[in-house]
């Protein structure tokens, strides 16, 4: 069924009746009827379609019991319902039939007709000639519906129609009956009837607060606990003002609005952002900021979450509520620095308990927000804590967050050095572990991390003698790397033995966390209970090396001081790397070399390139020159010739070339007509790594 538009689903429901030979006498014709006059008349009121639309609705009531001629029923009313708000009135045989419809089906078997439903209420709410009473006439059906449905058996199950011998049980993400649908229509009551519901009385918090938001907030089933943020955000959007704020309390349903922000599906969190929006919103208008210190924190955190709808709809509500520093609130900046305490505790919080690696990995970033945004001062006396709350990501089983982990830290200790005074032991092994990471990411951005503390410690503390030391054993690691063709990996990846007993991954990344009993709003898999268990192969060490390189050519952090020593030790071992080819997966090796070498090289010198390009080039130009290579690695060494071919000058570097070498590169390069001409060149800087960003910064702060 396609529901895009009343005319389209009216078709549909044509040829469905038409393929189902139906018997009754009265379906198809009103089907066939109600599409030719949506064709014919697009722009219809209530009264084009009513007798089409009252045969399907009471005759798949009475009758046959479709679901899809409810649907189709429904959507039209809808639509027509729609156009002509604020119209004064609507047929009494409409709007009895459309009162009969929700009576009997608001508990419906299929949820689309339950959807409708709810919608369908709301619509009628919206008309002058209703308004209140559609909601008065089926209000203690809607409550006794939510009343009880809010508990369940644990031992309740569904039937299935995919064949199975035996009911399905139901557990927390299952639809909980027609309790999320029927929340959703007091959500529709709320939009439709508006400040009337206050003014008549109507808005108890015994029921709309205590069963449609409490309750429902810490309900077990995420589709509960996403409509009660949703109720949050319709009550305090349509019916909060200066005069019922006892009715509406603001400082109950942040708590509320925040414990959502920290739940484990995006969904309820992206429902309780919007809340958070319109309770901010409404504290600002009734110039209150008692709230701020409970929800700025989680808004802050969702400026970083993982799932983008989530990340923009916060930045926006961020800027909108500071950007032009409105009110008492001032800048971002200021505000954050007057609640740092309550951020910081929240976000190591999330870091150590949150319910998914979201909250995990979005709570790394908002710490390391808060290190490089705000002044030192501020954040001084809570280094301590950030440190030994982002150590342990390290080890967590979900690469994004180990990734925001070291990106924290490296932070960190740029910005409060002395923070890893007397950990320093810890803190290098838990990077040198990273080094030998699952992900050639991580094992760069570890590579940041040492060279961060490389700064700090230098010879004082033995840091840099360590680095190099661990240097030269992970580049000699490849050399016991196995003989292994293409052929013999695909073997491998195509074996069912060699994988089982493995861990079992998940599609957001990491390994799926075991079952808990203890967990809450969905599942606990804190860094500490699930700790990273890879074991590197001897080519992804040496390659985590190549990235330790690179931060070590840098002058101040580089072992020795002198860039001719360091360079004579080791970049004829990375030559080396650029020759193997007795394993499958060399040329990712090579594709990472290629890749670090123009900004090792840049950091080292001129000098040092002239006398040590020759070690390179035949490895570079067999790249170009082979069939057997990857597209990939014949790219980065292209990139990588053309780069250094600027830092030694164009004019000496294919000077350096044979006639047939020469011809190579030349066929391959991107801009070769540019490079015969050094002033046609664009001189550009290479960005130091351990500047990068890994994400994209965030607007607002």
Not at 105 to 125: F, I, N, S, Y
Not at 280 to 299: C, K, R, T
Not at 572 to 599: I, K, N, T, Y
């Amino acid at each position: 069924m396609d529901f895009s538009s009343s005319s389209k689903a009216a078709s549909c429901l044509v040829k469905r009746l038409q393929q189902a030979g139906t018997s009754s006498s009265l379906l198809l014709p009103a089907a066939q009827l109600l599409s030719s006059t949506l064709m014919a008349k697009p722009s219809f009121m209530p009264e084009d379609v009513e007798a089409p639309v009252q045969t399907l609705l009471l005759g798949a009531s009475n009758e046959a019991k479709r679901w899809d001629c409810l649907c189709v029923g429904l959507l039209v009313c809808n639509d027509a319902i729609a156009r002509m708000a604020p119209a004064p009135a609507l047929s009494p045989a409409i709007r009895e039939t459309l009162y009969s419809i929700i009576a009997r089906h608001l508990e419906h078997d299929e949820p689309r007709v339950r959807g409708l439903v709810a919608k369908t209420l709301g619509l009628l709410c919206t008309l002058p000639a209703v308004g209140t009473d559609a909601y008065v006439h089926f209000q203690a059906q809607l409550w006794a519906s939510v009343d009880s449905q809010l508990v369940r058996r644990a031992t309740e199950t569904r039937p299935t129609n995919l064949g199975a011998l035996r009911d399905i049980p139901l557990d927390d993400v299952t639809g909980w009956r027609a309790l999320e649908t029927s929340l959703l229509a007091l959500q529709a009551v709320v939009e439709g009837c508006g400040p009337e519901l206050v003014r008549q009385g109507l808005l108890s918090s015994n029921d709309w607060l205590d069963k449609a938001v409490y309750a429902a907030a810490a309900h077990t089933n995420r589709y509960v606990r996403e409509a009660a943020m949703k109720m949050v955000h319709v009550l305090v959007e349509h019916c909060f003002s200066d005069t019922n704020e006892e009715l509406l309390p603001l400082p109950s349903l942040a708590v509320v609005a925040a414990e959502g922000l920290a739940d484990a599906w995006p969904q309820v969190v992206h429902a309780a952002a919007c809340a958070t929006r319109s309770l901010l919103a409404a504290a600002q208008m009734a110039g209150n900021e008692d709230i701020f210190d409970v929800l700025l924190p989680p808004l802050c955190q969702s400026r970083y979450y993982v799932p983008e709808g989530v990340q923009v709809h916060a930045q926006e509500t961020w800027v909108a509520l500071f950007a032009t520093a409105r009110g008492k609130a001032g800048s971002g900046r200021e505000t954050v620095a007057r609640y740092v305490g309550e951020m910081v505790e929240y976000h190591c919080y999330a870091v150590t308990h949150g319910r998914s690696h979201f909250a995990r990995v979005a709570a790394c970033y908002a710490l390391k927000e808060l290190a490089a945004k705000l002044e030192g001062e501020v954040v001084q006396p809570f280094a301590e804590r950030m440190l030994a709350t982002v150590l342990p990501c390290l080890e967590d089983r979900h690469w994004e967050v180990r990734s925001a982990g070291c990106v924290t830290l490296a932070q960190l200790f740029e910005n409060f050095p002395g923070v890893v005074v007397g950990k320093e032991e810890k803190v290098v092994g838990s990077c040198f572990a990273r080094l030998e990471d699952e992900s050639w990411s991580i094992r760069e951005e570890a590579a940041w991390v040492l060279a961060a503390l490389a700064r700090f410690g230098g010879e004082e503390n033995g840091i840099q003698s360590q680095l190099a030391a661990r240097l030269m054993t992970s580049l000699e690691a490849v050399r016991a790397q196995p003989v292994q063709t293409k052929e013999e990996q695909l073997k491998l990846y195509n074996d069912p033995q060699a994988h089982t007993g493995r861990p079992t991954l998940g599609c957001c990344g990491g390994e799926v966390a075991q079952p808990a009993s203890a967990a809450v709003h969905g599942h606990s898999d804190t860094p500490s209970s699930s700790p990273c268990r890879y074991k590197a192969q001897p080519w992804e060490v040496s390659e985590g090396a190549l990235y330790l390189f690179r931060e070590l050519c840098a002058e101040d952090v580089r072992p020795g001081g002198k860039e001719g020593v360091f360079a004579e030790t080791y970049l004829p071992m990375l030559a080396e790397l650029g020759r193997l080819q007795h394993f499958a997966d060399a040329d990712r090796l090579r594709q990472s070399l290629w890749r670090v070498l123009p900004d090792a090289m840049q950091k080292l010198g001129k000098s040092v390139l002239k006398r040590h390009l020759e070690l390179f080039t035949p490895a570079l130009l067999d790249a170009l020159a082979s069939p057997l290579v990857s597209p990939l690695t014949r790219h980065n060494a292209v990139k990588c010739l053309e780069e250094l071919s600027r830092q030694i000058g164009p004019s000496i570097f294919l000077g350096r070339l044979s006639e047939e070498e020469r011809g190579l590169y030349l066929r391959h390069a991107s801009f070769s007509s540019s490079l015969l001409y050094p002033s046609a060149v664009a001189v550009g800087e290479v960005v130091p790594a351990a500047m990068r960003q890994s994400r994209p910064s965030v607007v607002g702060m």
